[in-house]
């Protein structure tokens, strides 16, 4: 069964809950999965002190520091660090001195045996967001006013993960349309859309062929994107509803996920 739309939840209504995937002390917060692959979207908490051996994991896992840091054999992962591993990538052992969370994509579950070799065209080994170029203008009917850090994009698929800047005082006027997956984690900042305000920490997961939007920031933002099954393929549609600041919450969510979603969007004003 595919997964189900999440549209919109702040990530701080989830429960952190331990699971041993990455070993002794690890917590997580699902924000999505595949009950069937193992696939899944997870805000990974490492401990201060921990370690994980090396070796060769059975899944694709892709991330991005948002909190602390990690060191990997002879690499240092930091704020914004982003790194898309494949199955069968050989990842060196890692630590967290002081502790990190980290927004984690795995195509399955990481224990499962491995390939025997990966292809070297989907390894990003390390990516530091933060000195990464912005793209200029990547749709001629894109709303002028963001930028795309693009870091990562399949060469088979064409899935793509790239975070999305916006500048304050932007609205768009028209909705949207893509053919694919498209599944986001909101880093910074406000999104004023069709179903409530994001705040930092909101997440959704929308299939394909679902018109969303208008959307508008007054703080500026910035997004962590990413497409499943295909390219981002967008096409501009007239709303349902023309775009207004603070609109209210009506989320698109599984009955699992609808407790306490509506005290976290609105609680989420402090965070």
Same mark, same amino acid.
């Given at each position: 069964m595919p997964r189900p739309q999440i549209e919109f939840v702040q990530s701080q209504a989830l429960p952190w809950r331990a699971d041993d995937r990455f070993g002794a002390g690890v917590e997580v917060k699902v924000l999505s999965e595949d009950a069937e692959s193992g696939a899944a979207s997870l805000l990974i908490r *490492?401990?201060?002190?921990?370690?994980?051996?090396?070796?060769?994991?059975?899944? =694709? +896992?892709?991330?991005?520091?948002?909190?602390?840091?990690?060191?990997?054999?002879?690499?240092?992962?930091?704020?914004?660090? #982003?790194?898309?591993?494949?199955?069968? #990538?050989?990842?060196? +052992?890692?630590?967290?001195?002081?502790?990190?969370?980290?927004?984690?994509? /795995? @195509?399955? =579950?990481?224990?499962?045996?491995?390939?025997?070799?990966?292809?070297?065209?989907?390894?990003? +080994?390390?990516? =530091?967001?933060?000195? /990464?170029? *912005?793209?200029?203008?990547?749709?001629?009917?894109?709303?002028?006013?963001?930028?795309?850090?693009?870091? *990562?994009?399949?060469?088979?698929?064409?899935?793509?993960?790239?975070?999305?800047?916006?500048?304050?005082?932007?609205?768009? +006027?028209? @909705?949207?349309?893509?053919?694919?997956?498209?599944?986001? #984690?909101?880093?910074?900042?406000?999104?004023?859309?069709?179903?409530?305000?994001?705040?930092?920490?909101? #997440?959704?997961?929308?299939?394909g062929h679902i018109a969303h939007g208008p959307y508008g920031t007054m703080t500026g933002n910035l997004y962590f994107f990413r497409t499943q099954g295909g390219p981002l393929i967008t096409r501009y549609v007239e709303p349902q509803a023309p775009f207004h600041w603070w609109p209210q919450y009506r989320p698109a969510l599984p009955a699992e996920l609808q407790a306490g979603a509506a005290e976290a969007a609105e609680g989420a004003r402090a965070w």
């Open positions: *490492y401990p201060a002190g921990w370690t994980f051996p090396a070796g060769v994991r059975g899944a =694709d +896992e892709e991330f991005l520091v948002l909190e602390g840091a990690l060191t990997v054999g002879l690499l240092s992962f930091g704020h914004l660090h #982003y790194a898309h591993w494949p199955a069968g #990538y050989a990842a060196a +052992e890692r630590s967290s001195e002081q502790g990190a969370v980290v927004l984690t994509f /795995l @195509s399955g =579950d990481p224990r499962q045996a491995a390939p025997a070799a990966f292809n070297a065209a989907r390894l990003v +080994e390390r990516i =530091d967001a933060l000195t /990464l170029s *912005y793209t200029g203008n990547f749709h001629p009917e894109f709303p002028p006013g963001a930028g795309r850090k693009v870091l *990562y994009t399949d060469p088979g698929t064409q899935e793509t993960s790239w975070i999305l800047g916006t500048l304050p005082l932007r609205w768009a +006027e028209r @909705s949207e349309v893509h053919d694919f997956v498209e599944e986001m #984690y909101l880093l910074s900042g406000e999104s004023h859309g069709d179903r409530g305000v994001m705040r930092p920490g909101a #997440y959704f997961w929308r299939p």
